[in-house]
């Protein structure tokens, strides 16, 4: 389904510089969930969030990295000085509750360090 | 910790051929158990899901699995693969307890039909 959108699908970015990923949940979901995939690997959680709650960071590494999600707009990861081991695809999902009983997940953003 | 375990790496099967993918979690109480697809370039699809009841579960494009509490197995199953059945698989847990709201995934397997 192309409920869960994610924006952009491909973002380079050089070391040192910030990148945005967005995520706009399906209609009438207010829980989002952050996933990375790094290269050979399968998705690891990262943050969990409803509307202007951070409810569960703790799969964040604990620097230059944060999420938010607003009550009007998409949730936001943002990464601070990336490195060239930022590079990943990172998906987003969305859910009406808690939990990935009816989650949805986006296309994802595949960002990559130069 | 808990993980996920999925066999292979890479499959390659010829067309009308049969498909079993492994799955296996680490102990951790009540699961529930999850299949996604990811076809090139798109965004992960859910398969099928086990919360309870039968374990053999149907899910969609002819896709089964089956829960195998005592192996702690969640095997993806089709009879006969297409082409388009090409993409990567991944097995995902969902533990009971604090952060149950989280999946844990496996690393996926790539599976590469031949017509």
């Known amino acids: 389904n192309a409920g869960v959108m994610q924006n952009p699908r491909h973002l380079v970015r050089r070391r040192g510089q910030e990148a945005r990923l967005r995520c706009s949940p399906m209609?009438?979901?207010?829980?989002v969930y952050w996933y990375r995939q790094l290269p050979e690997e399968g998705l690891k959680f990262m943050v969990y969030l409803q509307k202007e709650n951070i409810i569960d960071e703790s799969g964040m590494p604990k620097e230059r990295f944060s999420a938010e999600f607003p009550k009007e707009g998409p949730s936001i990861l943002r990464i601070q000085q990336v490195v060239r081991g930022d590079s990943a695809a990172y998906f987003c999902?969305?859910?009406?509750?808690?939990?990935?009983?009816?989650?949805?997940f986006g296309q994802g953003t595949r960002l990559t360090v130069v | 910790a808990q993980s996920v375990s999925q066999h292979n790496h890479h499959v390659i099967l010829s067309e009308a051929a049969s498909l079993e993918l492994g799955c296996n979690y680490s102990?951790?109480?009540?699961?529930?158990l999850f299949w996604y697809v990811q076809y090139p370039g798109q965004h992960l699809q859910l398969l099928l899901k086990y919360f309870s009841g039968d374990p053999l579960v149907k899910g969609i494009k002819g896709f089964e699995a089956e829960f195998i509490k005592s192996k702690f197995s969640f095997n993806l199953r089709k009879p006969s693969v297409q082409w388009s059945d090409t993409a990567e698989y991944f097995c995902a847990v969902q533990y009971s307890g604090a952060g149950s709201y989280q999946l844990t995934f496996g690393k996926g397997t790539k599976l590469s039909v031949i017509p």
């Open positions: 999902a969305s859910s009406p509750g808690e939990g990935h009983t009816e989650a949805f």
């Open positions: 102990y951790g109480g009540t699961v529930n």
């Open positions: 209609k009438g979901h207010s829980h």
